[in-house]
């Protein structure tokens, strides 16, 4: 483990664009987590900037009828519902061809929207992205991701051989199934945790959480084949994902894990807004912590806007404001033309 920093004032380097410190000023080796969010995502392609995937998804009216009267906006939890449901009219003799109906229409509405809207593996697999990403990635101890896209995981898996050298995510046993009693830290490997869950992991028929192991462009189109539910938070409130949480073991272990991890802490392309307060809640576990928090320079307004939120969410921790453009995560040349 790195040796935390020693507590700095608010801003204590008026320096870089719009007052944000650069990143090589912050980072003096003493930061082992990281918190990621869907700003990394947008760094590779703006095709993430979506704020919805539900709003992007072409659901019939028939399909968001049903997200309705479910009270959600998250997939796997309506797909979930619908699959429960077929195998209850089976087990009772009754035709189940409206309930598998409505299960396609759905599963077939978020296949095309990931599609739609996730860079291909090809465009990103090249000109040193994803190892820039990997590399930014084993700088840390620890990294929390909130995004369900396959760019971080990409990442990993371009990393050694073996695929994944380097990295660990607790699905390790021979089904790539997470086991809650097998979850103890070995050696120095960078740890990753998907806290809102991904596309690569899915719904196994026991119930438990299952990773992919396909790599490249045969997963981005194979993610939701073989009825298999991918397992992600994407929608809702933060009550609506704490609920979406609670209901998978992984994703329930990853986020105790978040809540419980102390000292200094990164966080990149994570907005923590009102939909994010169960996340805020974790942060605040450790209240005087160090923070370094990447903030994306786009005028003057919105760096002052952005950083008394952030102070105001954490009034007792030790903040760095530091420009995103300035880390490897937010790399210009990361960007897909």
């Not at 939890?77 to 009754?94: I, K």
């Amino acid at each position: 483990m790195r040796n935390p920093p020693s507590p700095s004032p608010l801003c204590s380097r008026p320096v870089g664009n719009y007052g944000l410190d650069d990143w090589a000023d912050v980072d003096d080796g003493g930061w082992p987590t990281l918190l990621v969010g869907n700003g990394a995502s947008i760094a590779v392609s703006s095709d993430f900037g979506y704020d919805s995937l539900f709003q992007v998804a072409p659901l019939t009216v028939d399909d968001t009828d049903l997200f309705d009267a479910l009270e959600t906006k998250n997939f796997e939890e309506v797909l979930n519902h619908l699959r429960t449901a077929s195998l209850v009219c089976e087990q009772l003799g009754h035709a189940s061809q409206d309930v598998d109906d409505r299960y396609e229409s759905i599963r077939d509405a978020l296949i095309e929207a990931v599609h739609d809207h996730h860079v291909e593996w090809l465009d990103v697999d090249d000109e040193d992205r994803l190892d820039t990403i990997r590399d930014a990635l084993l700088d840390f101890d620890t990294v929390f991701s909130t995004n369900y896209d396959l760019l971080i995981y990409w990442a990993m898996m371009n990393s050694g051989d073996p695929p994944g050298a380097g990295f660990g995510d607790l699905f390790w046993n021979h089904q790539n199934a997470f086991d809650s009693l097998n979850t103890e830290r070995f050696g120095d490997k960078t740890l990753v945790y998907w806290l809102h869950g991904g596309l690569h992991l899915y719904w196994g028929p026991a119930g438990e959480t299952r990773k992919r192991t396909n790599t490249g462009a045969n997963l981005l189109q194979s993610f939701a084949s073989g009825g298999r539910i991918p397992l992600f938070v994407s929608e809702g409130s933060w009550k609506q994902k704490r609920r979406a949480i609670h209901r998978s073991d992984y994703l329930e272990h990853a986020y105790r894990t978040f809540a419980s991890t102390d000292g200094p802490l990164v966080v990149f392309g994570q907005g923590l807004g009102g939909a994010d307060t169960h996340l805020i809640r974790a942060i605040r576990e450790d209240p005087t912590r160090n923070i370094a928090y990447a903030i994306y320079p786009s005028s003057q307004q919105a760096v002052d806007l952005r950083q008394a939120e952030v102070s105001n969410l954490f009034p007792q921790a030790s903040i760095e404001f530091f420009d995103s453009t300035t880390h490897p995560l937010g790399d210009p040349s990361l960007a897909v033309p």
